[in-house]
């Protein structure tokens, strides 16, 4: 495989800034396919609109002005660069390769999700649209889309189960702070399945006035490749940042969870032409191995057509997409992005996954031994870099992608754990 030229002009275009694959076997071809994965499975009424987004979107990323609109968003919203930081006292527990932390938990709202609303607002306002309508599930992907699309004047609506709205109260009212029209769906499970399906259907009935903005590496073409440009950004800081710091040489890994994909796609696509760096994606195992106690799309799906797109799919019995379990909201959902379905099959990236009980420990042990609290999807990818460390040795090191942070989790975890009584003083 070829390597990047180390110091290469500073790219003038998102193409230019994202299409970081010079591997001819890995390169994914332009209409949103990789290999057998991806495309767009789609009824008609959605098919022309997601043909407009896609020319768009391809037109976008060729414009200069675009780019320098998205990166200084990021640099004066988002605060990118995020630091890559060398966790000396989670090493020193880990005992073994050195480890780490790619802090997007730092990032305005408190994960890497803002870098693709940003791109995907900015996407909107090209198009001429008035509202960003998305579906979410935690809330997450509603309070980053809320955010881009106040800060460029767009109109947000998110569809959220109602089971959802109840559960996530302090999301709804951040959504609602940011502007956003939020709308409980009442149907069927009333959670993230129908508020994808309520969702699409005013998006199908009112193309011109909506882009429909998704939340992952996931979906119809363009929304896999979309995603992954706009997130792209991650690996790429990494990969430089790590060199500078690390005399010119590069991680022996690269860590991160897998929900839909996207953290995992951003730190791992600047770094897939470098053979001899393992990119390790993180799958929720859940509370065990039985279907609807876990979310391992990768290791327990099948090939299948979920939300417009050939991908791999949990399934139950009756073919229709599994209950998935995982302590981390984020992560759970029965199937994953296209992209990387096709980077396991042309064995570059290794999908693992860590299970509800050592992801757990492994969100107390960051807290305990670098004072920052981790997402729990995050925390996924912390529990197999501690796995590892140990068997890689000291002279190996780890990149984990710290994809946000825990604050939203506090409240769950503090259900699950021992946590002392305040001593009392009278
Ligand atoms: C949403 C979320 C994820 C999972 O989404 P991906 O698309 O798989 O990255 C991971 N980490 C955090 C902090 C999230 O909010």
């Given at each position: 495989m070829l390597n990047h030229p180390?110091?290469?002009?500073?790219?003038?275009t998102l193409a230019e800034a994202a299409d970081?694959?010079?591997t001819p076997e890995l390169k994914p071809t332009?209409?949103?396919?990789?290999g057998a994965y991806g495309g767009a499975v789609l009824p008609d009424a959605l098919a022309r609109p997601m043909e407009d987004v896609a020319k768009a979107y391809e037109e976008a990323r060729q414009d200069p002005a675009f780019y320098a609109e998205y990166t200084r968003l990021l640099r004066d919203?988002?605060?990118?660069?995020?630091p890559l930081m060398l966790a000396e006292r989670l090493t020193e527990a880990a005992g073994g390769a050195k480890i780490f932390l790619k802090?997007?938990?730092?990032?305005h709202t408190g994960a890497h999700k803002i870098n693709h609303t940003l791109g995907e607002v900015l996407l909107a306002k090209r198009m001429g649209k008035q509202t960003v309508i998305a579906e979410t599930g935690a809330g997450q992907h509603g309070v980053a889309l809320a955010a881009a699309a106040a800060l460029v004047g767009l109109d947000c609506e998110i569809h959220m189960g109602a089971v959802d709205v109840a559960k996530q109260h302090p999301n709804v009212v951040r959504m609602q702070l940011l502007g956003a029209k939020v709308v409980s769906v009442e149907r069927g499970g009333a959670t993230l399945k129908e508020a994808v399906d309520s969702a699409f259907e005013v998006y199908a009935q009112y193309p011109e006035q909506y882009l429909y903005a998704?939340?992952?590496?996931?979906?119809?073409?363009p929304f896999p490749t979309l995603v992954r440009d706009f997130q792209a950004i991650v690996g790429a800081e990494t990969r430089t940042q790590f060199l500078q710091g690390n005399d010119g040489t590069l991680p022996t890994a690269v860590i991160a969870s897998v929900g839909g994909g996207s953290n995992a796609m951003g730190a791992f696509t600047a770094f897939?032409?470098?053979?001899d760096v393992r990119l390790i994606g993180v799958e929720p195992g859940g509370s065990?191995?039985?279907?609807?106690?876990?979310?391992?799309t990768m290791s327990k799906g099948a090939t299948g057509v979920l939300h417009g797109m050939t991908t791999r799919v949990l399934t139950d019995a009756t073919g229709e997409p599994a209950p998935v379990h995982s302590i981390?909201?984020?992560?759970?959902?029965?199937g994953v992005g296209p992209q990387h379905v096709f980077l396991a099959e042309a064995g570059r990236v290794e999908y693992v996954s860590a299970n509800d009980g050592h992801t757990l420990e492994a969100f107390q042990l960051v807290s305990r031994t670098e004072g920052i609290i981790p997402a729990l999807e995050s925390s996924h990818a912390i529990a197999e870099a501690l796995r590892l460390a140990p068997q890689l040795g000291s002279y190996a090191s780890i990149v984990v992608?710290?994809?946000?942070?825990g604050d939203k989790d506090i409240d769950y975890v503090a259900d699950k754990i021992e946590l002392a009584t305040p001593e009392v003083v009278r």
């Open positions: 180390e110091s290469s002009a500073a790219p003038s970081l694959i010079r332009n209409d949103g396919h990789f919203v988002v605060g990118r660069p995020t802090r997007e938990d730092l990032n998704i939340g992952s590496v996931v979906g119809p073409h897939l032409d470098d053979d065990g191995s039985e279907l609807g106690q876990h979310a391992m981390a909201s984020g992560l759970d959902y029965p992608n710290l994809s946000g942070r």
